[in-house]
Nanobody
Framework: LLVESGGGLVQPGGSLNLSCAAF????????MNWYRQAPGKERELVES?????????TYADSVKGRFTISRDNFQNTLYLQMNSLEPEDTAMYYC????????WGQGTQVTVSS
């Protein structure tokens, strides 16, 4: 089970920190991912982090330099720090893991608007 939180309404240029708590498995063993889906658009991969120490990270070009993925294995939680938010970042954000199948959280809404 994956449970996201931390979304909300923020002005352009603002920041949000999303969390994804994992239950029922040890998330430290797996690549963990953040996806987003804007209205009328396909779901897209935002960032991915490697297992354990999370030293390898993959970023979408649209968020490079603004978003940072991290993980706290003790808390079994994944994070997405989002800075310099833009209206184009408005979307539902989902946490994702693949363990013999693909699992998704319920999503958390991020709206960037003045």
């Amino acid at each position: 089970l994956l449970v996201e939180s931390g979304g909300g309404l923020v002005q352009p240029g603002g920041s949000l920190n999303l969390s994804c708590a994992a239950f029922g498995f040890s998330s430290s063993w797996y690549h963990m991912n953040w996806y987003r889906q804007a209205p009328g658009k396909e779901r897209e991969l935002v960032e991915s982090i490697s297992p354990y120490e999370g030293t390898d990270k993959t970023y979408a070009d649209s968020v490079k330099g603004r978003f940072t993925i991290s993980r706290d294995n003790f808390q079994n939680t994944l994070y997405l720090q989002m800075n310099s938010l833009e209206p184009e970042d408005t979307a539902m954000y989902y946490c994702n893991v693949v363990i013999f199948g693909e699992y998704w959280g319920q999503g958390t809404q991020v709206t960037v608007s003045s």
